[in-house]
């Protein structure tokens, strides 16, 4: 079911939990790193990764995408 919450002018903005942090924020303020979804951005809690000296020496890291549409799914209860 699409949230509708009001986010940034766009309205019908579907949105994610954070896998890190736990709160609410709209697709635009979402990104998947490493198999995860996480903010990023202004007004979040900034849980995005930052590579450090580690994963520099490893080689490039893995292409950040954006997150798909979710399915829609028709349950009749």
Not at 8 to 29: A, I, L, M, Q, V
Not at 37 to 62: F, I, N, Y
């Amino acid at each position: 079911m699409l949230d509708t919450r009001q986010a940034n002018h766009r309205h019908g903005e579907e949105w994610y939990t954070c896998d890190f942090c736990g709160f609410d924020y709209p697709r635009s303020r979402m990104i998947v790193q490493n198999g995860r979804t996480v903010c990023q951005g202004k007004g979040t809690m900034r849980c995005r990764e930052k590579p450090g000296w580690d994963p520099a020496r490893k080689g490039p890291l893995p292409t950040e995408r954006p997150i798909p549409p979710l399915p829609s799914v028709n349950e009749e209860i």
